[in-house]
Each structure stands twice: as C-alpha cells, then as structure tokens.
C-alpha cells in the first residue's frame, strides 16, 4: 500500500500520509472493504488537489500583507459607463471602451474579483433537515471572524463586530437577532437572520443574561466568534433594493439618542444620494451614500420616522411661544425683499411679483422636507432642459441670465413677460413685454396658463408657462429667473428643470463688490441709487430663507461675489445639464 500521496508540488502531504499509515492500524477492528473504500478515496488525485487549494487560500488568508486594492471593482465599472455614455458619439476610442466594459465575460470576472476580495468564500453550513423530532429543538452552529463591523445591542454602542445589532424580546426575554447590516459578515454568511436566538457565544451561555453582556462576551473574544442559535420561524429577504433617494436634511448619528447603533449609524449632509438597500425597519432604514466604494450598510431614520421628528419640534416651538397660529410671523411670511418698517405684514411696494400669502404660506409650512427618491437623468439630443436661476432680489439673477442669453443668443433664450400696461416711448411690442388687455390676463391666470404673476401698481404682470414651453419644444435652452416660489409650477416632469440657486457672500464682500461695480439698487425703481446696508442685509436674510425652504430642491449653487467667476461657473453647470446624466426625481425619468 502507497504510504502517501504526492501533492501538485511533487511533495507528500502530511495530513492525508498520517491518515492512510492510520488505516493499517485498523485492519483488525474494521471491514477490509471500508477500508479499501477509505484507501483509495485518500490516494485519489481529486481529493488531494482540493487539499492542495485549501492549503494555498488558507495560507493567503493568514497573510496580513496580501490584501486587495479594492473590493467594488463593479461600482467602478458602473461609474466609468455613466462618465463614457455622454462621450461615446464624440470619441470612437470612448465608444470602443463603453462596449468592451459591457462584455459579460469581463463583468463576470469583476464580479468573481469582487466575491473573493470580499472574502465571498467561506462555506456555508448545510439547510437545516426538514424532518426533525418534535421534542427536540433545532440548533444552528455559526462561525464568523471577528471584523471591523458593529454588533450592538438597543441604543447601547460597542465595539465594532459582525454586523448586526441584538435586543431582548419583550415577551419571552430571550436575546434575539434583531437587524442585519446589509454587506456585513453576518449578511455574507447566509447563517444568521433576523429572529434568530442568540443561546450561546464562544461557548458561554446568555440565558439570563442582557444585550450589554452579550456585548462584553464578545469585545472580550479574539479571532472567530462561535454563536449557537435556534432559527427563527421565517427568514426575511435580505435582497437588496435599487431605491435611491435625495437627502433633504442633515444627519448625524452620533447626536442621534434614539438610533439603535450609533457606530451603525450612517451620516450624510443635505443633497447627498443615499442607496436605500432595506425599509423593512419602519423606523431605521439601511442605506449606503451612492458612490462610496463601502460594502456594508448603515442606518438612517426612515421617512415616517423623520417627518414625525420634524412635526414634533415644530409643535414644540408653537408650544413655546416661538411661532404660534395667527402670529404675524405664521400668517405673513414676509418674501424677501424690502420691509416695509410700516407694516410687518406687507411686502415691499416695489415688489412686481406679488403671490397670494396665504395659499404659499400654507405651502412653507406644511412641507416636510425628508428624501425625495431619484434617478439618473440622461441627456437626449433635441432637448433642453430649462435653467433656472434661483435667489433673493437684487443679488444678480438677470445680469447672469441677460449675459448667459448674449453669449449664444441662438441657443440661450429667455421667455418675455407679459403684461398689462401701457407701451411707453421706446419699447417694441414683443421685446420688452407681451402687452395684453387686464381682461385677458385675468383669464388665462384663472386658467392657469402663468407660472408666476402679480400686480404692480394697477397693472398685472406675468411669465406664461406656453412661452417657456414654446422655447423648450424648439431645442433651445430656456433660462428663466423667477420668484422663488414659482418652483412649485415650473419643478415638473415635462419641464425637467435644472434649478441653480444663486446665493449672495458674505456682507463685506457683498458690499465692497456692489459698490465697485456702481450696482443700482432694485429696490427702489424711481430713484437710480445704489444698495443701502439695510438691503444688503435683507438681501442676505432673504437668501437664508430661501435656502432653507427651497434650498433642497436645487441642482447646484453659485455664490455671486465675483459676477465674473460667477458667470464662468453659470457655463460650466449650463454645459453640465446638457451633456452629462444628473439625478433628478424618479417621477422624472420614464
């Protein structure tokens, strides 16, 4: 009998060599016909290469210094494609490179890379069997190693661990498994779900015992973790989703008192986009920032959950006395503008763009801004999506949109006003306005055929949203500077705005920068006169309030300090929405 078995290298291996010299010393005590069955299993070429891969990742894992570069190799991908599309019908070369990446071959290999990079290969413990004795309670026996990933129990934080987080279930005060990170170790494995039992840890037992000893057990454990569990009665699917969404406020989890896991917590500013991989939790989504090369998940407040936190700080500020129904502040909502030291509650006279306070004062403040979900938005040729440019009064919304249409007043163009004055010397019917009878205008206003419109001085005017229509239908760029609260009629899937917000500097630098370009102020139409200190300071007031309402709802912003650099990135982001694919609201792309 062959006393051992050569291995690819031309070596014997050890462990399968000592077990066959064993079987020698069993012919006496077994059946000579098992043991030529055992014989001939340990000396065949199959069973020794797998031992010799074995013995290779095995080794590799062991190796601190052997790591891959990078473990998303297919978002990668993904990302190289959306930079490639809008390139692929100017550079051949470009095209070339968007078909070879979307070559199964190639993706399937990234996919493989991505597995093993991902330490993808473990092997997973057998089903557990159907057919079980009654009396006797299924057990599962689960091994993962101790990572960089957090395990924590209700709100209490700690070490980071497997990627989940436990409680004690109400009824039966056992420990139970009550969330799994999406792309953490205990995700990857396939063993653990939501439900499960927790009965031991390393070998100790928890009955009796809280989440926060469960928690000591394991920062005190080194290497792999050991958990005995007894399977829930059903498995929640882990898939993840395609959701992404638009975040429309700040988060940071750890000022958050009510997050389950703070070092599970995912933190993002307003206007980041958020991949929500999982809402099975109606109060803590998981979710991932788009782009970030992060494998697992991290929890955000849902929807539901944030929009009950905003409802309960405004009622308790009106509890407070800070805004109560019926207060002028409530009920006005001065726009911005002028103030009239008069009254409060008027706008100022020179303002050409009145709106109903009450209708839009409603609108402020019954929106709860939370998430809105997206999607990408690619460009199509012929189409133009309208610029729309966004601010308080006097900070140069026109000047940016005159000299934007000057540069290509073939591709640039901006609709023209209706109203209903009075030509006056000089004007041209059709240049300056559209001039109409009150008649008219009060019809299609009624009609709603204006997306913005107001009364100055006895006569109406108005932007009609046909002329913006009309603009758009014939390829050309539609460059539009409205009052703010015209968005809720221009921000609709058949328009497909991309909406800039441009946004004044700081005061000193707001009026150095005024006052040397000899800017007339736009608050007062009878005199020729520059800013005073009060309308810059209302100017930036007025930004403020903007940017807290609407500023969600914006694409990008400028902020006008140098009107020359200001233009040169107005450019810059008209180039942007033309040619490049941009999140935009779901609603949006069919």
């Not at 100790?204 to 792999?224: A, F, M, R, Y």
């Not at 009254?343 to 939370?370: H, L, Q, S, V, W």
């Amino acid at each position: 009998m062959t006393a051992a078995v050569m291995a690819s290298d031309g070596s014997y291996d050890p462990v399968i060599s000592k077990l066959i010299t064993s079987l020698k010393d069993a012919e006496s005590l077994s059946d000579e016909q098992d043991l030529g069955f055992l014989q001939n299993l340990l000396q065949s070429k199959e069973l020794n290469a797998l031992v010799t891969v074995h013995s290779k990742v095995a080794k590799v894992n062991k190796d601190d210094r052997i790591a891959p570069l990078l473990s998303a190799s297919m978002q990668v991908l993904v990302e190289v494609l959306e930079m490639l599309a809008p390139r692929c019908h100017i550079s051949p070369l470009c095209r070339e490179i968007f078909h070879l990446l979307q070559t199964p071959h190639l993706q399937s290999i990234l996919l493989a890379h991505d597995a093993v990079a991902q330490k993808d290969f473990y092997p997973h413990l057998p089903e557990i069997p159907i057919e079980v004795d009654e009396d006797e309670e299924t057990i599962k026996i689960v091994q993962l190693v101790k990572s960089n990933e957090p395990l924590c129990a209700g709100a209490q934080s700690a070490e980071p661990i497997v990627g989940a987080t436990i409680k004690t279930d109400e009824e039966t005060g056992k420990i139970i498994i009550a969330r799994i990170m999406h792309g953490g170790a205990a995700d990857r494995s396939g063993l653990i779900h939501v439900g499960d039992e927790v009965i031991e840890v390393n070998n100790i037992n928890v009955e009796g015992k809280t989440p926060g000893d469960v928690l000591s057990i394991l920062q005190n454990s080194e290497g792999t973790i050991t958990f005995k569990l007894v399977p829930s009665d059903g498995k929640l699917d882990q898939r993840e989703s395609k959701v992404r969404v638009k975040a429309y406020f700040d988060y940071e989890p750890e000022n958050d008192p009510y997050i389950p896991c703070k070092e599970a917590g995912l933190g993002f500013i307003r206007g980041d986009i958020l991949h929500i991989v999982s809402q099975d939790d109606s109060y803590w989504w998981q979710a991932r920032k788009e782009g970030e090369k992060t494998t697992r998940a991290g929890l955000i407040p849902s929807r539901a959950l944030q929009e009950r936190r905003i409802l309960h700080e405004r009622s308790a500020k009106e509890t407070n006395g800070e805004t109560k129904k019926g207060s002028c502040a409530s009920i006005c909502s001065t726009p911005p503008g002028s103030p009239n030291p008069n009254n409060p509650c008027r706008g100022p006279k020179t303002k050409k763009i009145m709106y109903d306070t009450a209708e839009n004062d409603d609108f402020d403040r019954e929106m709860i801004a939370t998430y809105e979900e997206v999607a990408k938005l690619y460009p199509r040729p012929g189409v133009c999506r309208p610029i729309v440019l966004l601010g308080a009064p006097g900070i140069g919304r026109n000047e940016l949109k005159r000299r934007l249409v000057a540069r290509d007043p073939e591709k640039y163009k901006s609709p023209v006003p209706y109203t209903t004055r009075p030509m006056r010397s000089g004007e041209v019917a059709g240049r300056e306005y559209l001039f109409v009878s009150r008649e008219k205008m009060e019809s299609d206003i009624a009609n709603g055929k204006f997306i913005e419109y107001g009364e100055y001085k006895g006569h109406l005017y108005g932007t009609s949203g046909e002329s913006v229509k009309s603009i758009v239908n014939a390829g050309c760029v539609c460059v539009l500077s409205p009052h703010y609260q015209a968005l809720k009629s221009l921000r609709t899937a058949q328009l497909k705005p991309f909406i800039v917000h441009i946004r004044p500097p700081q005061f000193d630098q707001l009026k150095q920068t005024r006052t040397k370009a000899r800017a007339r102020s736009t608050f007062d139409e009878t005199n020729s006169r520059g800013f005073t200190d009060e309308e810059f300071s209302e100017m930036i007031k007025s930004a403020e309030r903007i940017n807290f309402l609407y500023g969600h709802f914006c694409d990008d912003e400028i902020l006008n300090g140098d009107l020359t650099d200001a233009f040169e990135k107005l450019v810059n982001l008209a180039n942007k929405a033309e040619t490049e694919p941009l999140w935009a609201p779901a609603s949006w792309v069919q």
